[in-house]
């Protein structure tokens, strides 16, 4: 299994979280995924297990097709499960 761990909340629909792979991983990946799940009050730190059948992919905007990207140009990632 994966963690995700909490970074912070990200506008009304995201949420920053860490992913690792391998508990013998430092730090992670950061990606964003749905603010939902972690509920009213996501505290930082907080971790689930995921499925480990996860691919990391650009995160699109909707409205134009273009990937999105930090202000220093590296692209934004989400979770794709298969």
């Known amino acids: ?3 995700l761990t909490f970074h ?5 629909k995201s ?13 992670g990946t950061p990606v964003y ?3 939902a799940p972690w509920g009213d009050n996501p505290q930082e730190g907080d971790s689930v297990d995921i499925p480990d059948n996860f691919h990391l ?13 930090t202000k220093d140009g590296a692209k ?3 979770l794709q499960f298969v």
């Open 8 to 12: 912070s909340l990200r506008g009304e």
């Open 15 to 27: 949420a920053l979280c860490m992913v690792k792979r391998s508990e013998y991983e430092f730090g």
């Open 57 to 69: 992919v650009d995160m699109v905007d909707v409205d134009t097709g273009e990937v999105r990207t």
């Open 76 to 78: 934004l990632k989400v």
């Open 1 to 3: 299994m994966a963690q």
């Open 33 to 35: 995924v749905p603010r």
